[in-house]
């Protein structure tokens, strides 16, 4: 019987914890929204995202609103030398939070921790926070399955004044955190409805395939190679040229995009 009332009572404490924390964060991020989005902010968007300047009223409005949130909760972390300023936290979470547009989604729940390098870096060995163990190797970023992201500010930075080469290691590793939100990096991130999964997986199974025929054939492709790496690298691959090549997207596999542009809720090609 005492066991029981252990129980009962540790577990009213910990439901008691976890009310607390959601209220708190509901607190913080009400006052984050309620505050205005800062000049210099626009400023830096202005300079560093080219697309920024073609996104409707509408979807600006949001992209700011998204972003409060996302810069009131997530943690930024300088590493090798670099000092995280304004400029570093704006883009970053800029180009995350496009992939939230027009979508009913929470603000990546998983992720705390944003941690920026200088340029590429070496990572792999021994995991951490139980990540698989990797080989070492020159890095421009990385999503780990416990709330991290890693990304090297110059490779951003570049992928985003860049916004049409099918480069961006920022969507590609945060399209790596909605794929992981399930739990499993596998290509299929939560899709609004059950039947949309049948298509999803043909459709992607179909063009996974292709692309690594051409990698083997050495054949050009709209997508980078490393997509045929896996099924969740290809998810975010795909991301990649869905924001930043739509038109040849949507021309030479529109299957393929009609998925991503149901799954992302937004249209591309209006603002490139």
Partial sequence: ???????????GVWAAYMLTVRMRRQYRR?????????????????????????????????LHQDMKVFLSEKLFEGCGGLTITD???????????????????????????????PSTYVAGGKGLFGNKSTPKSVRLGESWEHGVVVLSWDSVKQ??????????????EFAHQLDQEDGVADGAPILEDRSAYTSWAKVFSKEFSRLQEKKRKR???????????????FFAVATESFFEKPKQFQKKHPELFKELQDYYKVNPIEWT
């Fill in 219 to 233: 054949k050009r492709s709209l997508f980078n190679k490393y997509g045929a790496t896996n099924p969740a690298e």
């Fill in 30 to 62: 009400r006052r984050a929204l309620q505050q205005s989005f800062p000049d210099e902010w626009v400023e830096i968007l202005k300079q560093n995202l080219p697309p920024y300047a073609k996104l409707s009223a509408d979807l600006r409005q949001e």
């Fill in 1 to 11: 019987m005492r066991l029981v009332f252990f129980f009962l009572f540790a577990g």
């Fill in 159 to 172: 992928g985003a004044f860049n916004f049409s080469d099918g480069h961006n290691v920022a969507m590609h």
């Fill in 87 to 117: 400029e570093i936290r704006v883009t970053i979470a800029a180009q995350a939070c496009m992939l939230l547009l027009n979508r009913k989604e929470d603000c990546y729940p998983k992720l705390c921790s944003v941690l920026v390098y």
